[in-house]
């Protein structure tokens, strides 16, 4: 393959790319001036560039007095261009941890292109400067070697994807950005449009009208890098606008999209030098996901398992277990080995990342290393119960136990989270990577804040054929064709079989709170020969990856959006006139008066 970086640029070769093979080459390198060193007489520069860095070395007899004299006065991050000649490194000044270590480039020519002023922080791997500054100043940030591998690696896994789909047949399709609001589960964000006073385009949460009409259409294999917006409450692994791999197949059954997606993601993963992922990938059940990992993304490599011990409890002493164990709700725990010796104080904080994830408390069982048994609840078993419990739990001197009662949702997300906690305080190896399919989500779910039936996944979800009749009757008892795709304790792709049948979708959008008309305005309706197809949807969103993300309350530093918009902005909008259905949240809050500019307050710009 052709190698195009030095065409079409001032440079003949990158900071990165030079090795002993290539002394005594005239070159001309471009980039910034990372460190300079006086030594006497001869000026050391390390020149960086993406690619990497080269030692460029001045010598006052090589160059011009101008040139030499702006060496001299080299700041941190100067744009320079550099023309010399490769040669060889004295064997005592080789240095074996840069790639270009062998040699340097004694200058003929430095050229300064620009100057800088001192940057706020070190352009190194490693810095300790706090988050804000760095997206403040993210194109500083970008250039740090660690930053700029991230992009390429995003850019490398695109590519190897867009490669494998390509060659299995598919296609990629482009959809609108402006489009209409669609039940996705999360709040739109709305574009107002000037031609249409009062109507609103809402940006896509993903492509899932277009990419079914196109299903229906005959595309057959699609996929498309799909920009895609949810107006949510950030996470760490989230932002509001992300990107996602969408694919959507047609005239497939069974495990078809499955199998199809772990040949792309060998290929994928094998393009950036990951091999110890074994194929085909287990698949569980979420049902058993949320039994003993606690949550629908587990990280199997390491155990720490859940434990249910709600039948050991039910009866004892200790009220908290046994009137929740009696109420409907769970006991579980969890064997924390090697903890066992730890302090009541050191235990007592982590009653903090119980309460964060709903627990009113966490109780706790220290068996040390000498042989005593540590807790304030210990009182309360009868010596049955406290056999039982040491029993389930495969006890042995230095385990420290952690228990959670309450409603299921709640004791799985609390043990969840400790988990992962004490697997970080332990040092609990994590060695390689995991992949895994997490299958058969239930369909719906119970919104507590909106108080209706709200989907899983997506309301355009394929329900098990057996639930097909508790749709209206029992919602929650209902399973789905569905599927995520969960690496090291991250979900890194979802899908479903789609619904293909006109009827039940309908019967879907009812439970979900849609009215017949908003149903009969969705042209996405399977009614006019629809083929079975499924859909999967990868993500891309970890700020790690992202060139320019959004801080956790959706503002983007460098730029600084989103702004406050004066002027005709209101007028040309025609924001003074907004329909009736905009809700106002949270419900207790006084709506305010929509009839006021300043109500729209910032509206990021497109």
Request: net charge negative; with cysteine; charged share 25%.
């Amino acid at each position: 393959m052709e190698d195009f970086r030095n065409e079409y640029c001032m440079h003949t070769v990158t900071c990165g790319q030079l090795r002993a093979t290539d002394v005594n080459q005239e070159v001309t390198l471009a980039g910034w001036a990372w460190h300079t060193r006086d030594h006497g007489g001869l000026i050391f520069i390390d020149l960086r560039d993406r690619e990497g860095y080269t030692q460029v070395v001045v010598d006052p007899d090589c160059v011009s007095a101008e040139d030499f004299q702006a060496a001299e006065h080299l700041g941190r991050e100067y744009v320079l261009k550099v023309t010399g000649r490769v040669r060889e490194r004295a064997p005592e000044a080789v240095n074996p941890n840069m790639i270009t270590g062998e040699i340097e480039v004694l200058a003929s020519a430095v050229v300064v292109l620009n100057t800088s002023v001192t940057p706020p922080f070190s352009i190194e791997d490693g810095i300790e400067t706090d988050e804000i500054t760095r997206m403040k100043w993210r194109y500083l940030d970008i250039r740090r070697p660690e930053m700029l591998a991230n992009l390429k690696l995003r850019h490398t896994v695109t590519q190897a994807m867009r490669r494998a789909l390509d060659e299995r047949g598919f296609l990629e399709i482009e959809t609108p950005i402006l489009a209409n609001s669609t039940p996705e589960g999360a709040r739109d964000y709305i574009v107002p449009s000037r031609p249409n006073p009062g109507k609103f385009y809402a940006l896509p949460q993903s492509p899932q009208q277009f990419k079914q009409m196109l299903m229906c259409a005959g595309v057959e294999r699609y996929y498309q890098i799909a920009r895609c917006f949810r107006d949510e409450d950030l996470r760490a692994d989230r932002q509001p606008e992300f990107t996602q791999v969408d694919i959507e197949m047609s005239f497939v059954e069974g495990d078809d999209v499955c199998d199809m997606m772990e040949a792309v993601m060998a290929e994928t993963l094998a393009a950036v030098g990951v091999t110890d992922v074994a194929f085909p990938l287990q698949k569980m059940q979420y049902a058993d996901a949320m039994r003993d990992y606690g949550c629908d993304r587990p990280d199997v490599r390491f155990g720490m398992l859940l434990h249910d011990i709600t039948d050991i409890v039910k009866d004892t002493g200790f009220k908290v277990f046994s009137s929740v164990a009696q109420s409907g709700g769970v006991v579980k725990a969890i064997n924390a080995k090697g903890a066992g010796d730890w302090s009541r104080g050191e235990v007592e904080k982590m009653a903090s990342i119980a309460e964060a994830n709903g627990a009113k408390g966490m109780a706790w069982v220290a068996f040390t290393t000498d042989g005593q048994e540590k807790s304030p609840i210990k009182k309360f078993f009868t010596d049955e119960e406290w056999a039982a419990l040491k029993a389930e739990m495969e006890v042995e001197p230095g385990d420290l136990l952690l228990f959670a009662a309450d409603a299921p949702e709640i004791a799985n997300a609390v043990l969840s989270a400790l988990r992962l906690h004490m697997a970080d305080a332990l040092n609990v190896p994590r060695e390689g990577h995991a992949l895994l399919w997490v299958v058969n989500f239930p369909m719906f779910r119970y919104d507590e804040d909106e108080k209706k039936y709200a989907a899983e996944h997506h309301p355009f979800t394929h329900v098990l054929k057996e639930d097909l009749d508790k749709i209206e009757s029992d919602p929650l008892a209902c399973g789905s064709y569905s599927y995520d795709l969960v690496m090291d304790g991250f979900e890194v792709g979802g899908g479903t079989i789609r619904i293909h049948n006109a009827e039940e979708q309908r019967r879907i959008l009812r439970v979900v709170g849609l009215t017949d008309e908003q149903i009969d305005s969705i042209r996405r309706l399977p009614s006019c020969g629809t083929r079975p197809f499924e859909e999967l949807e990868g993500i891309f969103s970890w700020n790690l990856t992202v060139a320019i993300p959004l801080s956790l309350n959706g503002e983007e530093y460098t730029p600084g959006q989103p702004v406050t918009l004066h002027g005709n902005f209101y007028k040309c909008a025609d924001l003074t006139t907004v329909p009736h259905f905009l809700s106002w949240s949270p419900i207790d809050t006084p709506a305010p008066d929509f009839h006021r500019p300043e109500f729209f307050g910032k509206i990021t710009l497109l």
